[in-house]
């Protein structure tokens, strides 16, 4: 469900049939009015006229609000206590719920041309639950796990949000995201965004990490390698209470250059719960050192990188590097590079025995046959190297200099796309050998259109075969697996999307998925 725009201010009412532009502010045409009940469309409903109850004659603002149901049933195979395989029901409804006010600040405020002092909140919440065997059997008392939970909602992001205060000045308060090229971090407080002259722009921010044993908090974003579920009082799993404060700062070019670049410093730490003697007051679970850089030329050569030094670890734990060429009108050429060496939690066992750093080389080609069709071809080599803190080099690895000790894994993959106004087709053939084991096979994937704006059909058949070394019989796995879908668009205002899928093979003699969104757009 998605819905867009109300306006209110002095002397303006909510008008059901327009939705007012963010930009222009000139009524564009509705999306008709519907709103099925549930548990996130009555949050929507109360924040809504939280807002609404600012005073009328203050300032005037607009507001957007989406909402997206999605239900899915499934099976998953367990061995019980008996050593006997059994299947666990999984019945899945996932809602999303957003919510943007924007134009919060008076129209003086906002300088002539409206490009100034601009004042917005942004929320995303989830409600999640899960009505099969797999919860409701779950393990309960002594033996409950932390992160099986049958009902839980998460509040993704929530911040209001300044731009351009003074001309100079970006801030955000509140729950807030960040990531890129080799980063990826939430956390709960603020941060700030100075321009300085006309390339760069100097960067602050504080809080605490984001983590699911906070209230109303995903563990999405939390840094991996401790568990609230753990009962081994070795492992101190009261720490896990503890709150994270977390600081950092970054310096970025990206005004008036022909290339941006950001070098950025972060570090979480936290207090030890009830510190042993001996033990510090304060103990890094993460501290890094990253870097991103792109340029391009004449919108034909794209270059990005970056790198990040884990200075806890005392090593490089992630690098990429990625280069688009284009050739011609028809013709692409991709390279990209990447280096990552697990690293966790400060307070987790796994930095000790969680060894296993990886570098890929990837090369890539498309061409553009007609205005219908295209072809690629893809091709990668990986190396295995056994720690960050290795004497064996990934560029060494990679290529086999000097007879480098290090496993190596290699492969590549071909297809074809063809595009029309009622239909699309996909095929892909791939084939991966080298350490573990070998594994091929290939996917077919189409849509067509029955009924322009009413019915569209899909439909995907694949089948793959390996065979994995080091482990018992059986070793050759054969699998095939089959999907049909269809959106059908019951008005202009709503949509009804529905997946189902089947997989059998070696393993599994059906494997059952299917999967149901339901989409309706209101304007109020």
Same mark, same amino acid.
């Given at each position: 469900m998605?819905a867009?725009?109300?306006k209110?201010g002095?002397?303006?009412?909510?008008?059901?049939?327009?939705r007012?532009?963010?930009?222009?502010r #000139?009524?564009?045409?509705? @999306?008709?009015?519907?709103?099925?009940?549930?548990?996130?469309a009555?949050?929507?409903l109360v924040?809504a006229?939280a807002?609404?109850g600012?005073?009328?004659s203050?300032?005037?603002?607009?507001?957007?609000v989406?909402?997206?149901t999605?239900g899915?049933?499934?099976?998953?195979?367990r061995?019980?206590s008996?050593?006997a395989?059994?299947?666990?029901?999984?019945r899945?409804?996932?809602q999303y719920?957003n919510?943007?006010?924007f134009?919060i600040a008076?129209d003086d405020?906002?300088?002539?041309d409206?490009? @100034?002092?601009?004042i917005s909140?942004?929320?995303g919440m989830r409600?999640?639950s899960d009505?099969?065997?797999?919860?409701?059997?779950?393990?309960r008392?002594a033996?409950?796990?932390?992160?099986?939970?049958q009902?839980?909602?998460?509040?993704l992001?929530?911040?209001l949000?300044a731009?351009?205060?003074g001309? @100079?000045?970006?801030l955000q !308060?509140g729950?807030?995201?960040h990531y890129?090229l080799? %980063?990826?971090?939430?956390?709960d407080g603020a941060?700030? $965004?100075?321009?300085?002259g006309?390339v760069?722009t100097v960067?602050?921010?504080?809080?605490t990490?984001v983590r699911? $044993?906070?209230?109303?908090s995903a563990?999405?974003y939390? !840094?991996d390698g401790?568990?609230?579920?753990?009962r081994d009082s070795?492992?101190?799993?009261?720490q896990s209470e503890?709150l994270?404060?977390m600081v950092?700062?970054a !310096?970025a070019l990206?005004?008036?250059?022909p290339f941006d670049?950001?070098i950025?410093y972060?570090r979480v730490?936290?207090?030890?719960?009830a510190a042993?003697?001996g033990?510090?007051?304060?103990?890094?679970n993460?501290?890094?050192?990253?870097?991103?850089?792109?340029?391009?030329?004449?919108d034909?050569?794209f270059?990005?990188?970056?790198?990040r030094?884990n200075?806890?670890?005392?090593?490089?734990?992630?690098q990429q590097l990625?280069l #688009?060429?284009?050739?011609?009108?028809?013709?692409?050429l991709?390279i990209?590079y990447?280096y990552?060496?697990p690293?966790?939690?400060?307070d987790?066992?796994?930095n000790v025995?969680?060894?296993g750093a990886?570098?890929d080389? #990837?090369?890539?080609? %498309?061409?553009?046959l007609?205005p219908v069709?295209?072809?690629h071809?893809?091709g990668?080599?990986?190396?295995?190297?056994d720690s960050?803190?290795?004497?064996?080099?990934p560029?060494?690895?990679l290529?086999?200099n000097g007879?480098?000790?290090?496993?190596?894994?290699?492969g590549?993959?071909a297809?074809?796309?063809g595009?029309?106004?009622?239909?699309?087709v @996909?095929? %892909?053939v791939f084939?991966?050998?080298g350490?573990?084991?070998w594994?091929?096979g290939?996917?077919?994937?189409?849509?067509?259109t029955?009924r322009?704006?009413?019915?569209?059909l899909e439909g995907?058949?694949?089948t793959y075969?390996?065979?994995?070394?080091?482990?018992p019989?059986?070793r050759d796995v054969?699998?095939v697996?089959?999907?049909l879908?269809?959106?059908?668009?019951?008005?202009r205002?709503m949509?009804?999307?529905f997946l189902?899928e089947d997989n059998t093979?070696?393993?599994?003699?059906a $494997? !059952?998925?299917g999967?149901a969104?339901?989409?309706?757009d209101?304007?109020l």
């Amino acid at each position: 469900m998605t819905a867009a725009g109300c306006k209110a201010g002095r002397e303006t009412r909510p008008r059901i049939g327009a939705r007012v532009s963010r930009d222009s502010r #000139r009524p564009v045409p509705a @999306r008709g009015l519907a709103f099925p009940w549930s548990p996130g469309a009555a949050v929507a409903l109360v924040l809504a006229v939280a807002l609404l109850g600012f005073p009328p004659s203050a300032f005037a603002y607009d507001f957007g609000v989406s909402v997206r149901t999605v239900g899915q049933g499934y099976q998953e195979r367990r061995y019980g206590s008996s050593g006997a395989s059994e299947l666990l029901s999984r019945r899945r409804l996932t809602q999303y719920l957003n919510l943007s006010v924007f134009n919060i600040a008076p129209d003086d405020w906002r300088g002539r041309d409206g490009d @100034r002092n601009s004042i917005s909140f942004e929320l995303g919440m989830r409600f999640d639950s899960d009505f099969g065997q797999f919860l409701l059997g779950r393990p309960r008392g002594a033996d409950d796990i932390g992160e099986l939970r049958q009902n839980q909602i998460d509040v993704l992001y929530a911040y209001l949000m300044a731009r351009d205060v003074g001309g @100079r000045l970006d801030l955000q !308060i509140g729950r807030q995201l960040h990531y890129d090229l080799v %980063d990826f971090y939430s956390f709960d407080g603020a941060d700030a $965004q100075l321009r300085v002259g006309h390339v760069a722009t100097v960067q602050a921010f504080g809080g605490t990490e984001v983590r699911g $044993q906070m209230p109303l908090s995903a563990t999405l974003y939390e !840094i991996d390698g401790t568990s609230v579920g753990s009962r081994d009082s070795a492992t101190h799993p009261e720490q896990s209470e503890a709150l994270r404060p977390m600081v950092g700062g970054a !310096i970025a070019l990206d005004r008036a250059l022909p290339f941006d670049a950001r070098i950025a410093y972060r570090r979480v730490f936290s207090q030890t719960v009830a510190a042993p003697l001996g033990y510090p007051a304060y103990g890094v679970n993460h501290e890094s050192l990253s870097m991103t850089a792109g340029t391009h030329f004449r919108d034909r050569l794209f270059v990005t990188g970056g790198v990040r030094y884990n200075l806890l670890m005392a090593a490089w734990d992630d690098q990429q590097l990625a280069l #688009r060429c284009r050739l011609g009108g028809r013709h692409q050429l991709s390279i990209d590079y990447s280096y990552l060496a697990p690293t966790f939690d400060g307070d987790s066992i796994w930095n000790v025995f969680g060894a296993g750093a990886y570098a890929d080389l #990837r090369a890539g080609y %498309d061409v553009e046959l007609s205005p219908v069709w295209n072809v690629h071809v893809r091709g990668f080599r990986r190396a295995f190297v056994d720690s960050p803190g290795s004497s064996s080099t990934p560029y060494n690895c990679l290529l086999g200099n000097g007879g480098t000790p290090c496993a190596r894994a290699y492969g590549g993959n071909a297809g074809a796309d063809g595009r029309s106004r009622v239909a699309r087709v @996909r095929l %892909d053939v791939f084939a991966e050998g080298g350490v573990g084991g070998w594994k091929l096979g290939g996917d077919l994937s189409g849509r067509v259109t029955v009924r322009p704006h009413v019915l569209d059909l899909e439909g995907r058949w694949t089948t793959y075969a390996w065979r994995t070394d080091g482990v018992p019989q059986p070793r050759d796995v054969l699998m095939v697996g089959i999907g049909l879908g269809a959106r059908y668009q019951m008005s202009r205002n709503m949509r009804l999307h529905f997946l189902g899928e089947d997989n059998t093979g070696t393993y599994y003699r059906a $494997q !059952i998925r299917g999967l149901a969104i339901l989409e309706v757009d209101v304007a109020l």
